[in-house]
């Protein structure tokens, strides 16, 4: 029906409809009668991949900017925003180019807000490949209350492969209070944010805390807490810290004819094909492609197959990237 509206007075079961004046909702939420009160489960949104670094093209707008971003991060769970704590610019991330594309369009012809972006940045992790053994004291002394921390901790891989902090306490004999172990677990978890290598966040670790020593009047929780990131960073470098790459999985579907052309193109971008098939009467590929490497790939597919295929990727995996590309991220 394109833009023609069709007032009604309910929605029912199969029916597309729209609501205005809901101020307070936010995608994932679901609207029930209070009476009947029904909550679906909450929807999982999958980690933005890629970003631009973007700016206000001229300065007056970037008020502008600041709000209308603010708005489609508040429609677009998949959208994120941050600042580089290197070169204090604002990087925009979303699940593709594609999207980020149809975002920059959105900025452009409903905020009448022209912006300059930067190159593609993708969103690398680093992780840990061996363990080592670590000691790291904090200790500052003014003339008056001071400060003291002293933990000895183990930094590894973690064994399940599993995202995020494994946090081992095994402090015996009250060597550490309990409320300054929590402290020790918080700063090693803010630690994951800046990665060895290249500032990338890192993916996954492990740290076994198994001693420890605090000074009676001058050790706080806060001192613990800085400790923790302290020895972080100190181990980090020994730990054989490597760099994640995200792999896509790349489904596309062309005619039989182009079948070598396509799963040539993807094996030179480092791709792994996982399934060969047919169709009806088409052709279906998948393969696993590093996301570095498929930046411009639509438009290289469409040039490959005279426009007869058709593609759809999604965030798959993460794996550690070729000496190579590591190198080459670890430069910019």
Do not use: C
């Amino acid at each position: 029906m394109s833009n023609k509206y069709e007032p009604v007075e309910q929605l029912e079961a199969g029916d597309i409809g729209g609501v205005l004046g809901l101020k307070e909702t936010r995608t994932g939420d679901t609207l029930a009668d209070p009476e009947n009160p029904v909550t679906l489960e909450a929807m999982q949104f999958p980690e933005p991949m890629i970003g631009y670094a973007i700016e206000a093209r001229w300065a007056k707008d970037s008020t502008r900017l600041s709000e209308a971003l603010a708005r489609l991060l508040d429609e677009n769970p998949t959208l994120s925003l941050e600042t580089d704590a290197q070169s204090g610019q604002t990087i925009l991330k979303g699940m593709g180019e594609l999207h980020l594309e149809v975002v920059l369009e959105k900025l452009r012809s409903d905020y009448q807000v022209e912006v300059n972006r930067g190159q593609p940045q993708i969103a690398y992790r680093e992780v840990f490949t061996q363990s080592v053994t670590h000691k790291a004291t904090l200790k500052k002394q003014n003339g008056g209350s001071g400060n003291f921390a002293e933990i000895h901790f183990e930094l590894s891989p973690r064994p399940d492969g599993a995202p995020g902090l494994e946090f081992v306490d095994e402090i015996r004999g009250g060597a550490i209070p309990r409320e300054f172990i929590a402290a020790v677990s918080k700063g090693f978890a803010a630690a994951m944010h800046i990665g060895p290598l290249a500032g990338y966040p890192v993916a996954s670790m492990r740290v076994r805390l198994f001693d420890g020593s605090i000074h009676e009047k001058d050790s706080h929780a806060l001192d613990f807490e800085q400790v923790a990131q302290i020895g972080s960073r100190a181990a980090a470098g020994e730990a054989g810290p490597r760099l994640l790459e995200p792999v896509m999985s790349v489904d596309v579907t062309m005619p039989e004819e182009y079948t070598g052309t396509v799963t040539g193109d993807l094996t030179r971008r480092r791709g792994t094909i996982r399934v060969v098939e047919r169709v009806a009467a088409a052709q279906r590929v998948v393969a696993m492609v590093p996301l570095a490497e498929l930046f411009g790939y639509i438009t290289t597919l469409r040039t490959l197959t005279a426009g007869r295929a058709s593609a759809s990727m999604s965030f798959d995996h993460y794996a550690l990237a070729p000496a190579m590309v590591e190198k080459k991220a670890v430069a910019v």
